[in-house]
């Protein structure tokens, strides 16, 4: 294998490497899954305080409604009771007795609605505070994916420019050279070529080579690693 022929599989090689790089970039993004099981989580969370306040403001309108009509209906049995001259001793009694039944469930309507009224403003804090932890959330993931879009587009690019050139390389390459190199790069994805580093190994697989293949490497024949089959090469040539 001649010097120049070397030289330019290494530059296919480097140029596959790098192609291969941008794939597993592409393929390690993440679309913001973690923000949108957050904002799953936080959902739930505001969900929960802000049905608490709902329940409790319909519970207060509510109160308010029954204390307006036992009141209505106060005023009314007290009417009956003092301005009409013609009430009955027995329905007296009952309008007494209505009176003073209104009243008590009064005092406990007031019980409850003040205590009500007293937990409501830490509800609305809470509300508001987990609404505001989900909106950030939610900003939070615009602003990834909009990061990621500009990151996929720029690989993308880079991608369509280093497969462009690929072929004026390529076309260098003696055919049954470039037909081997193919294939053995298909099994891996990533290159057919790789480099005897300084400790006699592998450098795609690590594989350590023996010293009569070190030999032929050194004839010039094409060699390939035991281990991961890739045509091995044993200088890395100036390649501008
Ligand atoms: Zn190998």
């Known amino acids: 294998m001649s010097f120049e022929q070397l030289s330019f599989l290494y530059q296919l090689s480097q140029l596959d490497l790098e192609i291969d790089n941008i794939r597993k970039k592409a393929a390690a ?3 913001g899954n973690k923000i949108v099981q957050q ?3 936080q959902q739930l969370v505001w969900n929960k305080h802000q049905s608490l306040l709902d329940t409790t403001n319909a519970r207060i309108y509510e109160l308010e409604a029954e204390s307006e009509k036992i009141n209505a209906r ?3 049995d007290k009417q009956s009771l003092y301005q009409s001259g013609n009430v009955s001793a027995k329905e007296s009694e009952n309008l007494e007795k209505n009176i003073t ?3 008590h469930r009064l005092g406990t309507i007031d019980d409850e609605m003040l205590e009500l009224l007293d937990k409501k403003p830490t509800l609305e804090t809470s509300a508001k505070t987990e609404k505001s932890k989900l909106e950030n959330l939610k900003a939070d993931l615009a602003k990834h994916q909009k990061e990621v879009r500009i990151l996929q587009d720029t690989l993308k690019t880079n991608f369509d420019k ?3 050139q690929r072929p004026s390389i390529a076309k ?6 470039y037909k081997q190199y193919e294939n053995i ?3 891996h994805h990533d290159t057919g070529l790789a480099i005897l580093n300084s400790d006699k190994g592998c450098s795609m697989c690590g594989m350590h080579i023996p010293e009569k293949i070190l030999d032929s490497l050194d004839n010039n024949c094409i060699i390939q690693c035991e281990s991961c089959s890739r045509i091995l090469m044993k200088l890395i040539p100036n390649s501008n």
Request: no cysteine.
């Open 29 to 31: 993004i993440d679309p």
């Open 162 to 164: 280093l497969l462009q």
């Open 101 to 103: 039944s209104n009243e």
């Open 74 to 76: 106060i005023k009314q």
């Open 39 to 41: 904002i799953r989580e």
């Open 185 to 187: 790069k298909r099994k």
């Open 172 to 177: 260098n390459i003696e055919t049954h050279l």
